[in-house]
């Protein structure tokens, strides 16, 4: 059974097998999770990222999806990049986000990753409501089934960290 456990913190500063990177489709680095792992990373993440783009990924990747590379100079041995959706009001997209934790591990699985570290995909600048990510997050998680040991949220602010914490003890009851 996969442990799931909660940090608050820089996801680009974690030891484990992998990170997942809240990517954008373009995989060339943005703001967020994004730039904190390509910058802390270096260039070898990004390097990795335009060979995908050159040869798999040419329109980028697709939402939902997720796709490995190297972790550079990162504590990790991968980086696994998912693009989660952007939230809106009037379109559920919670498959989609359910899908950028299940394809992560999917991934890992592949790689043999027994660590794996999330960050809240789509809860920043692609507007989703922390709550309900956390919820769909630890929910997709736990009901996934995956040889990773284990899945370390790093959440970045206290708030965030409050509203995962919550929801992982509402589940876990």
């Not at 943005?30 to 270096?42: E, L, N, P, T």
């Not at 997720?66 to 990049?81: E, N, P």
Request: aromatic share 6%; hydrophobic share 40%; proline share 3%.
């Amino acid at each position: 059974m996969t442990r799931i456990t909660l940090r608050q913190g820089d996801i680009a500063s974690e030891s484990v097998d992998a990170i997942v990177n809240a990517a954008n489709s373009s995989l060339l680095g943005g703001g967020g999770v994004d730039g904190a792992i390509h910058r802390k990373g270096g260039p070898q993440i990004l390097d990795a990222c335009r060979d995908l783009r050159a040869s798999h990924y040419g329109g980028g990747l697709p939402t939902g999806q997720a796709v490995a590379t190297t972790a550079g100079r990162l504590d990790a041995r991968w980086v696994i990049h998912t693009v989660g959706p952007v939230w809106s009001r009037s379109d559920d997209r919670s498959e989609l986000l359910a899908s950028c934790y299940r394809e992560s591990l999917r991934v890992a699985d592949e790689l043999g990753a027994r660590t794996v570290a999330f960050p809240a995909v789509s809860a920043g600048a692609y507007g989703w409501p922390t709550g309900d990510a956390a919820r769909i997050a630890l929910g997709t998680v736990r009901a996934t089934e995956t040889a990773v040991e284990e899945v370390r949220f790093v959440l970045f602010g206290a708030e965030v960290f409050g509203v995962f914490e919550a929801e992982l003890a509402k589940q876990e009851r």
